[in-house]
């Protein structure tokens, strides 16, 4: 699998994220739900762990609910294996006037009949640059 293929397809999944949060229509959950896999997992940078229906329900009920920008990183493909990609990125967040910078390791699979073309088995993300109080 190339570099290039998962820089897309992050930038695919946090397209969709900076969509749904500023409520753009023509998005729909299920693009989410149906790219993550059963026991998908994330921690996130303040070290809380959660699943797949956590996740999905929390982003849904926050359609529309502010406007942000993302911007991502320095993608970098550290495990190619047959069963399992792993890659690291930055992801750059700008919410109100608050700013954020993430360092995440993304576990996925290639699965052509995913959106994206890949399932996405788990994330974990680290504060560079926490939001501003």
Request: aromatic share 10%; net charge negative; charged share 30%.
């Amino acid at each position: 699998m190339s570099r290039d293929a998962v820089q897309g397809e992050v930038e695919r999944q946090h397209r969709f994220f900076e969509d749904w949060f500023n409520g753009v229509e023509g998005r729909a959950i299920d693009e989410l739900a149906d790219s993550l896999d059963d026991e998908f997992f994330i921690v996130s940078p303040n070290g809380t762990i959660s699943d797949r229906s956590t996740i999905v329900k929390m982003v849904e009920e926050h359609w529309g609910s502010e406007p942000v920008d993302i911007h991502i990183e320095n993608v970098e493909l550290k495990r190619d294996d047959p069963g399992l990609l792993i890659a690291t990125y930055k992801e750059y967040q700008n919410r109100r006037a608050e700013s954020a910078v993430i360092a995440s390791t993304v576990g996925l699979v290639a699965d052509s009949t995913k959106p994206g073309g890949f399932r996405w088995i788990f994330v974990h993300e680290s504060w560079i640059q926490s939001p501003e109080p």
